[in-house]
């Protein structure tokens, strides 16, 4: 039975780490990582025999009302320094339970037990502080600039050698255990702050991961001294991981581990900043008129993204601490809608945590194929209409490929710098978390918007109308009757709302016509499409589509990614990507037809609004779609009539 348990926590601990890989099933695979959790728990209450379990189950309900309301409480401001203490407070328990073992006495019958809960005595320590001070520094408690002591270095090396000296101590002289450990205790603390208040900058995602990765390593080591399997398998998982991703962040960053641990700067005043402050004189002292902040600046900025065909959009820091994801996921919606190519450049350092600004754009609804990696989206910046920087500083910082010395400097960034033209919606132009200077703000192709990010995005989306400076709106009906027009197949999706429009007539005239054009069209029908099993079935019988061209769900889902055009009609939680992306609705779990795999998606509905379930459809907002929002039955009548003029 034991054995039985193990294996469950197991496999579903590795679930979870495998889901994460994909961002659309990261939820599941945190749900599978914390049934992993409930498992082993389980697994320790049966081991042990532990019957009487009412002192277990009152520490776990002050621990669960606890973290309930944490998690309610922060927002995603906060969320760096809450993961920051999350990675103490993993440290701590680590530190408490080795040093339970070890004054229990366990480690006279198991010398290794001893070794490792020695070791997870002094890690488990040094994580707690380190991450309190990291989580200190994002939170805004305390400087977050590196803060160097005299000596510093010197201080780290002796520190060091006490830790090695009070950690051998207990196994010369047992008798005075207590005494070492508790020493070890301190001065591993101490350690912890030291190693981590002189890391600032751009060097705090790399820190983060860091103490993530040694919070593993302390639950290991906590685990082979009271001699837990499943501990150790846990805490190895989390420690490779955390491994894994400082390696990762120090790559991003150009940046060798030692070199981010090791080394520091020390300046009394920010890099470049007499460079950029006289370039900005220069400015004033022509009378330029686009200053930044003027309204000449601003209203250049629209007709800047009004004429722009491409866009790419740069999020940073600044974005989470103005709360302005919602907005920037907004206006990106509505440049979309103007028909512009819109994408989303993460720089893998963005923010204080790895993953930062994915995790908000995320919550903002912004389409995870929208987001493209730094690799990928800078050999397209010189032929970038319009690069839009809101909140970010250090990762679109020419100096860091330009400039030798600094804390940025050999860090690769988004090149920004090299689009056609670059809107910065920053809050100032004061340097960024490494305190270099931005010679991007004087450059001659940006204008600059300072203030509250989150306002002025909201201002350009009220003033981008995608009209006024002679760009056409997107015209839906257009490309809706283009891509009919080349595709080679369409594969047409019924649901209620074209019963209700009584639209079939005119849906199996459209595919007659396609027909004759050399399209091959059939019809994917879902399950509960309608209102009664088999409602479209009946509906398209009664309009002569023949039983041979229906196409069941699990027939159908592997040919859209091959399909040309999907032909929504009247349909809305069938093709709803919110069922398999999204938990806790009423469609959660439900299969559905993907549409959202062809390469053109055509909605012929009423209007945008949930379907029956009242779940919103992330399917209008994909840039693929085509939306036709009128009575069913008039938007294909129009596509037909366009096909017929074409011919």
Same mark, same amino acid.
């Given at each position: 039975?034991?054995? @039985?348990?193990?294996?469950t926590?197991? /496999?579903l ?17 945190n749900?599978?990582?914390?049934s ?6 389980i ?8 019957v ?26 906060n969320?760096? #320094? ?24 366990g ?14 005595l002094?890690?488990?320590?040094l994580? /707690?502080s ?9 939170a ?15 201080l ?6 006490? &830790?090695? &000296? ?9 008798a ?36 993530n990765?040694m ?8 685990g ?12 190895a998982?989390?420690?490779a ?6 390696y ?22 920010p890099?470049?900043?007499a460079?950029t ?11 330029e ?20 065909r491409n866009?790419?959009i ?5 974005m #989470? ?8 996921s907004?206006?990106g919606?509505k ?9 989303y ?14 995790? @908000? @754009? ?18 397209? /910046?010189?032929?970038?209409?319009l690069?839009?920087?809101v909140?970010?500083?250090d990762v679109v ?10 804390p ?14 670059v &809107?910065?919606?920053?809050f ?6 490494s305190?270099?200077?931005n ?9 600059m ?11 350009l ?14 015209d /839906?009906?257009a ?11 369409v ?25 004759d ?10 399950p ?12 398209l ?15 159908v889902n592997?040919?859209?990614k ?7 009609v009247?349909?809305c ?13 009423p469609?959660s779990?439900?299969?559905i037809?993907a ?13 945008e609004?949930p ?17 036709l929002?009128?009575?069913a ?5 129009? @596509? ?8």
């Amino acid at each position: 039975m034991t054995l @039985l348990i193990e294996f469950t926590v197991i /496999f579903l601990l590795m679930a979870g780490v495998w889901l994460f890989r994909d961002p659309r099933k990261a939820k599941a695979g945190n749900m599978s990582a914390a049934s992993a959790l409930l498992f082993a728990m389980i697994s320790i209450l049966y081991v042990h025999r532990i019957v009487d379990i009412a002192t277990v189950v009152i520490v776990l309900a002050i621990g669960a009302t606890i973290g309930y309301a944490v998690a309610k409480a922060v927002d995603m401001t906060n969320i760096p #320094a809450m993961v920051a203490l999350q990675n103490g407070a993993g440290g701590a328990a680590a530190c408490l339970v080795s040093l339970v073992e070890l004054m229990r006495g366990g480690h006279t019958i198991d010398p290794v037990g001893m070794a490792a809960g020695v070791i997870g005595l002094s890690v488990g320590s040094l994580t /707690f502080s380190g991450s309190m001070a990291a989580g200190a520094k994002l939170a805004g408690k305390i400087r977050q600039t590196p803060q160097i002591l005299p000596a510093h270095s010197g201080l780290i090396r002796l520190n060091s050698a006490l &830790i090695l &000296i009070v950690g051998a101590a207990p196994f010369i002289f047992p008798a005075g255990s207590v005494f070492f450990y508790l020493a070890l205790i301190l001065l591993s603390a101490v350690f912890g702050v030291l190693f981590s208040i002189r890391i600032g900058g751009a060097d705090m995602p790399v820190l983060i991961s860091f103490l993530n990765a040694m919070t593993g390593l302390g639950a290991a080591l906590c685990g082979m001294a009271i001699g837990n399997r499943m501990l150790i398998i846990f805490g190895a998982v989390v420690a490779a991981s955390g491994s894994i991703l400082t390696y990762l962040m120090c790559k991003a960053m150009n940046r060798s581990m030692a070199g981010v641990f090791t080394t520091y700067h020390k300046q009394s005043k920010p890099f470049g900043a007499a460079e950029t402050e006289k370039a900005f004189a220069g400015q004033s002292d022509a009378g330029e008129a686009d200053s930044p902040g003027s309204e000449n600046a601003f209203e250049k900025a629209v007709d800047i993204i009004d004429d722009a065909r491409n866009v790419v959009i740069i999020p940073g820091y600044g974005m #989470a601490l103005a709360k302005a994801q919602k907005e920037v996921s907004e206006l990106g919606k509505k440049l979309v809608l103007l028909g512009k190519d819109v994408q989303y450049a993460v720089h893998p350092v963005a923010g204080r945590m790895p993953g930062h600004m994915n995790v @908000l @754009l995320a919550e903002a609804g912004v389409d995870y194929d929208m987001l493209v990696e730094m690799e990928a989206v800078n050999p397209d /910046f010189p032929d970038t209409d319009l690069a839009l920087i809101v909140g970010a500083c250090d990762v679109v910082n020419p100096s860091a490929i330009e400039t030798e010395g600094t804390p940025i400097s050999g860090m690769p960034i988004l090149t920004a710098h090299q689009a056609k033209h670059v &809107i910065c919606c920053n809050f100032d132009t004061r340097p960024g978390y490494s305190g270099v200077e931005n010679p991007l703000y004087a450059n001659e192709n940006t204008t600059m918007l300072p203030g509250d990010a989150g306002e002025t995005i909201r201002q350009l989306l009220k003033a981008v109308s995608g009209g006024e400076s002679g760009t056409a709106v997107r015209d /839906f009906n257009a490309e809706a009757s283009e891509s009919l027009a080349c595709a080679k197949n369409v594969v047409i999706i019924p649901g209620y709302g074209m019963a209700l429009s009584k639209a079939q007539f005119k849906v199996v005239e459209l595919a007659s016509i396609l027909s004759d054009r050399g399209v091959s069209v059939k019809y994917a029908i879902h399950p509960v499409a309608g209102r009664m099993p088999g409602h479209m079935n009946v509906i398209l019988a009664e309009a002569d589509v023949k039983y041979d061209d229906l196409l069941e769900m699990d027939d159908v889902n592997p040919l859209f990614k091959d399909t040309d055009v999907a032909l929504v009609v009247g349909a809305c939680d069938v093709v709803n990507p919110s069922a398999i992306e999204t938990e806790g609705t009423p469609i959660s779990g439900m299969p559905i037809l993907a549409a959202y795999d062809a390469k053109t998606i055509i909605i012929c509905n009423l209007d945008e609004k949930p379907g029956y379930s009242g779940v919103s459809n992330p399917l209008y907002e994909n840039p693929k779609t085509v939306m036709l929002l009128d009575d069913a039955r008039a938007s294909v009548s129009a @596509l037909i009539s366009s096909l017929k003029e074409r011919g």
